[in-house]
């Protein structure tokens, strides 16, 4: 069963890591010497699969993480909801 929480602690332990980066060269959680690349889509993606989201199901089978214009849909089919800011 998917856990937003397990997912939030993926994401502060990395944002905690000196050797995360960010680039949308090397999104796709790539590492180039020392460093682990993600740009902010990508960074969400790897976050919840490691909360147990089954992303690639989500985004039709596609392995590669979703992009910022794809991401909505993707987010809507696991189960979040879009919220207004107003």
Do not use: H, K
């Amino acid at each position: 069963m998917p856990n937003i929480t397990q997912a939030y602690n993926w994401a502060i332990n990395t944002c905690n890591n000196p050797d995360v980066r960010y680039s949308q060269d090397y999104r796709n959680q790539q590492t180039i010497g020392r460093y682990t690349y993600y740009d902010c889509s990508s960074f969400i993606w790897y976050a919840l699969i490691a909360g147990g989201f089954d992303c690639v199901a989500a985004y039709g089978g596609e392995t590669y993480p979703f992009v910022t214009w794809t991401m909505g849909d993707v987010l809507i089919r696991l189960g979040f909801r879009e919220v207004s800011r107003t």
